[in-house]
């Protein structure tokens, strides 16, 4: 088995074990925006102390960040942030293979973005995965015990406004390392995760002190979960990471929907929840487009 397979699995299995954690803590006593707080402030150390680690081995000095740098982290950071609250906030509404499966439709979201932002044109195939992708977001819209025809809902608001963050973190977390000049793809994703989850720490704990000051200390009463949860969350980026500097992005992003699968197990297994046929036939669906979107 190639590498790149080993590292997109392990990258799937850690995110699946990172959210499941933030349901975990979300379901006590820290809030969303509180649960978000906890997995940057226990990942950015791990961040940090990987990146001093992999700097000195290869014995490459910090590089030079230009303002441009600086101006797509922040987009970067900020998206994520917003986009994990919306999906933790989302697990209170929906079981949670249906709250990943909405988060997913980052996919679909990059991709309309880049067509209205950069004029990105879509293949007839293209436009296809899209349908298929907008047929599984439908399926998936109404929670079982929602009125006949009910199509929004807060639940489907916060998935899709997911899915439009994440794209944005997506694009500004790639623009930030590109403006890295250095030829190791390492080097680069690692001092941008370094520098843009320290930021989100930081962010996330003014904020707090300013609007919620109850659920800093709730973090740290929290922090024997936090650690897992800043672990598994510096241990799945360093992954996706790797297996994106061995294999094109759009294989990556292809095998990474087993995470939906992952998902589906614990939100039955662990959860112990129950899914309806027809949030599973959305989930099929939704997949479906996804993959044939990252294919296309």
């Known amino acids: ?31 969303p925006a509180g649960s978000t707080f906890a997995r940057f402030a226990y990942a950015a150390p791990i961040a940090v102390v990987m ?50 499966t909405l988060m997913k439709t980052e996919t679909i979201m990059t991709a309309l973005v880049g067509m209205v932002v950069l004029g990105e044109v879509l293949s007839g195939w293209g436009w296809g995965a ?3 992708g ?3 977001v439908i399926l998936l819209s109404k929670p079982p015990k929602s009125p ?11 998935g899709l406004a997911s899915g439009v963050l994440f794209s944005f973190s997506s694009v500004g977390y790639r623009g930030a390392s590109l403006e890295i000049a250095h030829a190791d793809p390492l080097v680069r994703a690692s001092v941008t995760l370094a520098v843009v ?5 930081l962010g996330m704990a003014l904020w707090l002190a300013w609007r919620d000051r109850a659920q800093l200390g709730a973090a740290w009463t929290a922090r024997r979960t936090g650690v897992w949860l800043g672990l598994s969350s510096a241990a799945g980026s360093l992954m996706w990471f790797t297996a994106f500097t061995l294999q094109t992005a759009a294989f990556v ?15 039955v297994l662990f959860f112990k929840e129950s899914i309806t046929r027809r949030e599973l036939a959305g989930i099929a669906v939704l997949t479906l487009g ?5 294919l296309a």
């Open 51 to 100: 990146t001093i680690g992999y700097l000195t081995l290869t014995g490459v000095g910090f590089p030079d960040l230009t303002p441009t740098f600086w101006v797509y982290a922040v987009w970067g950071g900020v998206g994520q942030a917003l986009a994990t609250s919306c999906v933790v906030a989302l697990f209170s509404l929906r079981n949670f293979a249906v709250g990943l």
């Open 134 to 136: 907008v047929v599984g």
């Open 1 to 31: 088995m190639e590498f790149w397979v080993i590292a997109t699995l392990l990258a799937a299995t850690f995110q699946t074990g990172r959210f499941m954690l933030h349901k975990v803590l979300s379901l006590g006593a820290l809030s």
């Open 290 to 294: 996804i993959v044939l979107l990252v």
């Open 253 to 267: 992003k292809a095998l990474g929907q087993i995470e939906l699968i992952l998902s589906l197990a614990a939100s």
């Open 197 to 201: 989850v320290t930021g989100q720490a």
């Open 130 to 132: 899209l349908l298929v």
């Open 148 to 158: 006949s025809g009910s199509f929004l809902n807060k639940g489907l608001a916060l």
